[in-house]
């Protein structure tokens, strides 16, 4: 069974930093697409970034480019999301999902999920 705990969120003020960590097990790790989404109160759930199975590709959600950087270590099956430049449009439930798809973005392209992660920035 496929498990992924995510843990890192908290309450940051505008323009400081968080990092997102994601724990896969039950799955050989390696070998999927990752990606991070977040839901904001109200809204539908939103693709911020995601990456392939070797690391070498990466996306981004345009709001997002050049503040964060999505990573992986595949030796600690481990899913990393490093937000920089922290805004208060950014406060979400962030979700790291796991894809059998080589370039997935919709949410209908992941078939496992986390449990979330709550980011609060105040403004």
């Known amino acids: 069974q496929v498990q992924l705990v995510e843990s890192g969120g908290g309450l940051v003020q505008a323009g400081g930093s968080l990092r997102l960590s994601c724990a896969a097990s039950?799955?050989?790790?390696?070998?999927?697409?990752m990606g991070w989404f977040r839901q904001a109160p109200g809204k539908e759930r939103a693709f911020v970034a995601r990456i392939s199975w070797s690391g070498g590709s990466t996306y981004y959600e345009d709001s997002v480019k050049g503040r964060f950087t999505i990573s992986r270590d595949n030796a600690k099956n481990t899913l990393y999301l490093q937000m920089n430049s922290l805004k208060s449009e950014d406060t979400a439930v962030y979700y790291c999902?796991?894809?059998?798809?080589?370039?997935?973005?919709?949410?209908?392209?992941?078939?496992?999920w986390g449990q979330g992660t709550q980011v609060t920035v105040s403004s």
């Open positions: 039950g799955r050989t790790f390696s070998n999927y697409a």
């Open positions: 999902a796991t894809s059998r798809r080589h370039l997935p973005s919709l949410v209908t392209d992941y078939d496992y």
